[in-house]
């Protein structure tokens, strides 16, 4: 049971362009959501959240967008830096949950 | 301040064997969160413990697998008679509630 699913497994974007990353989710009782980087060998940093009451939320190149009535958000970053290089996971969770529910990830690649 | 620490961060079994997993939270949290990942697939809910209490831990196989996060000391995960199936990065989060998790570097487990 995929509760939040990221369609595009890899995305390739051209260094000082913009990448966007979508998730969508199936179920309407999550509250909150957060992107996640990963490199390899390494655990899940933290990116960015958004509650359920907010459409929009900023913090430097990175803006989260949520569009309840879809179900889908997004993430944008930009400008796209060869550091920005990693897989990016979206996750779901409710305050009465605890526990996140994962998207498979998409590899994004910044290329010169 | 240490984020939280896993280890081993790499972790070689034979079938049959067991293997422990430890995860020391971010000093004052008191949330542990425990996911495996597959290889190419994202994280996967495993269980949620406060101290001395499991809260969730519909994540778990229902056989060979356990969980504790005692009073004093780390959380361990606990696979008994492990299978070449088990083989998986394993991940430990923490939170001061029931949001915004920080990632461990997670511990590799290849059963040979």
């Known amino acids: 049971d995929q509760q939040v699913k990221q369609n595009s497994p890899s995305l390739s974007v051209q260094e000082g362009r913009i990448s966007i990353l979508n998730c969508d989710y199936t179920n309407s009782m999550f509250d909150y959501f957060l992107w996640y980087k990963k490199y390899p060998a390494e655990g899940p940093t933290f990116l960015i959240s958004?509650?359920?009451?907010?459409d929009k939320n900023e913090d430097g190149r990175f803006t989260v967008f949520l569009n309840k009535s879809a179900k889908h958000l997004s993430l944008h970053i930009v400008p796209s830096q060869p550091g920005d290089s990693a897989v990016y996971f979206c996750?779901?969770?409710?305050?009465?949950?605890?526990?996140?529910?994962f998207g498979a990830g998409t590899q994004v690649v910044v290329t010169p | 301040n240490a984020g939280v620490m896993q280890n081993p961060r790499h972790l070689v079994r034979r079938r049959g064997q067991e293997a422990r997993l430890r995860c020391s939270p971010v000093k004052g949290h008191s949330h542990v969160y425990w996911y495996r990942q597959l290889p190419e697939e994202g994280l996967k809910f495993m269980v949620y413990l406060q101290k001395e209490n499991i809260i969730d831990e519909s994540g778990m196989p229902k056989e060979r697998f356990s969980a504790e996060f005692p009073k004093e000391g780390p959380s361990i995960l606990r696979i008994q008679q492990v299978v070449r199936g088990d083989s998986a990065a394993y991940f430990c989060a923490s939170s001061p509630r029931d949001n915004e998790q920080f990632f461990g570097p997670g511990t590799r487990l290849t059963v040979l």
């Open positions: 996750a779901a969770g409710t305050d009465s949950w605890g526990k996140l529910q």
């Open positions: 958004i509650s359920s009451i907010k």
